[in-house]
């Protein structure tokens, strides 16, 4: 049985959900209605502070920063590990079919 194609992230894209899903309570369901919501997960990221207000958090967001996000998909590359996110031809194809599932694997 083949697989189809699916999306491929570009390498700004695939940063951009990492940082969203480390992002402080981000969890998989919250992850996939910001990027439904907002189309990606750039734009959820920029609006993650004015959600956390309004939401009443008492302190800002915690966002995950891009240079942790760098390191991290970095020490994943030298250890021969690559990001598959949920859509990608790569991604374990019973993990979307879970009810719940992370939107990045290992």
């Not at 940082?19 to 992850?31: H, K, M, Q, Y």
């Not at 915690?62 to 949920?86: N, P, T």
């Amino acid at each position: 049985m083949s697989r189809k194609a699916g999306v491929r992230l570009s390498d700004e894209q695939r940063l951009d959900w990492l940082r969203l899903i480390r992002s402080d309570n981000v969890g998989p369901r919250t992850f996939r209605a910001l990027i439904n919501h907002y189309g990606g997960a750039r734009a959820a990221l920029a609006a993650l502070p004015d959600l956390a207000r309004r939401g009443g958090a008492s302190r800002p967001a915690r966002i995950y920063s891009r240079e942790d996000a760098e390191r991290e998909l970095a020490a994943a590359k030298s250890a021969g590990v690559m990001f598959c996110a949920l859509g990608e031809p790569d991604y374990p194809r019973a993990a979307g079919t879970l009810k719940r599932y992370d939107s990045m694997k290992y």
